[in-house]
């Protein structure tokens, strides 16, 4: 599977991003698909993932309520709306998706995903 990621750039503080993540060249089930960023220096962050056969829609704390992740079942693909963009929130995000659904306490976890995506860049400025 190759999972291929678009939408990044570089906005203002209250802007809006719309990141792209297709799966193509799957020769299994989704079970989850989800998006994760990472700062230089700094652990790789889960920020949204989506349960693909239903069973959950999950965001982290800091993004709550300015972020919204939905799936394209047809497409096998996922998008990550982001409304209201904060200077924090510069970091390469990585598409990331696996064959096994997750319950809430494992969908954060970075290890648990058998696929990533090449990463785009997302930069806010004040």
């Known amino acids: 599977v190759q999972l291929q990621a678009s939408g990044g750039g570089s906005v203002q503080t209250g802007d809006s991003l719309r990141l792209s993540c297709a799966a193509t060249?799957?020769?299994?089930?989704?079970?989850?698909m989800g998006w994760f960023r990472q700062v230089p220096g700094k652990e790789r962050e889960f920020v949204a993932a989506?349960?693909?056969?239903?069973?959950?829609?999950f965001y982290a704390d800091s993004v709550k309520g300015r972020f919204t992740i939905s799936k394209v079942n047809a497409q096998s693909t996922v998008h990550l709306q982001m409304n209201s963009l904060k200077p924090e929130d510069t970091a390469v995000y990585y598409c990331?998706?696996?064959?096994?659904?997750?319950?809430?306490?494992?969908?954060?976890?970075?290890?648990?995903?058998?696929?990533w995506g090449q990463g785009t860049q997302v930069t806010v400025s004040s």
């Open positions: 060249e799957r020769t299994f089930s989704l079970g989850i």
């Open positions: 989506i349960n693909w056969l239903g069973g959950g829609i």
């Open positions: 990331a998706a696996d064959d096994n659904r997750k319950i809430a306490t494992s969908v954060p976890l970075g290890y648990l995903y058998d696929w």
